[in-house]
C-alpha cells in the first residue's frame, strides 16, 4: 500500500510565508502527478496545484505567482511554497499522488493524505 503525509501548516498573518511538505511511501512503482488540493470550510475540494511526472507546474488562477510547487522525486516528496498569503487561502490542504503501485501487480494508485490546516488570519 501507499501512504502520503501533510506537514506544515499552521496559523500564519496575511502576507505572510508557508511551506507545506507532502512526503510518500510504500510500495509506488511510479508516479504520474502530485497534486495540492484545498477545502475551504462550506467549500468543495479544488485543485491548487500541481507536477507531472516530467517536471510540468498547473496552478489555479487564484494561487498563480504566489504558491510554487516542487519535488524531489528520490524521496517521492512534494513541497508547497505559499507565499503572501489572504485570509481566503484558509483551507485545509490535501496532498494527492497518482501512479501506479505494486500489490503483487501493478495497480493504479490514487492516494490522498488527511490534510493540514492552513489559516491565515491577523
Known amino acids: 500500500q501507499v501512504q502520503v503525509v501533510e506537514s506544515g501548516g499552521g496559523l500564519v498573518q496575511p502576507g505572510g510565508s508557508l511551506r507545506l511538505s507532502c512526503a510518500a511511501s510504500?510500495?509506488?512503482?511510479?508516479?504520474?502527478?502530485m497534486n495540492w488540493y484545498r477545502q475551504a470550510p462550506g467549500n468543495q475540494r479544488e485543485l491548487v496545484a500541481t507536477?507531472?511526472?516530467?517536471?510540468?507546474?498547473n496552478y489555479a488562477g487564484s494561487v498563480e505567482g504566489r504558491f510554487t510547487i516542487s519535488r524531489d522525486s528520490a524521496k517521492n516528496t512534494m513541497y508547497l511554497q505559499m507565499t503572501s498569503l489572504k485570509p481566503n487561502d484558509t483551507a485545509v490542504y490535501y496532498c494527492?499522488?497518482?501512479?501506479?503501485?505494486?500489490?503483487?501487480?501493478?495497480?493504479?494508485?490514487?492516494?490522498w493524505g488527511k490534510g493540514t490546516l492552513v489559516t491565515v488570519s491577523s
Open positions: 510504500g510500495s509506488i512503482f511510479s508516479i504520474n502527478s
Open positions: 494527492n499522488i497518482r501512479g501506479l503501485y505494486r500489490d503483487g501487480i501493478l495497480r493504479s494508485m490514487d492516494t
Open positions: 507536477i507531472t511526472y516530467g517536471g510540468g507546474t
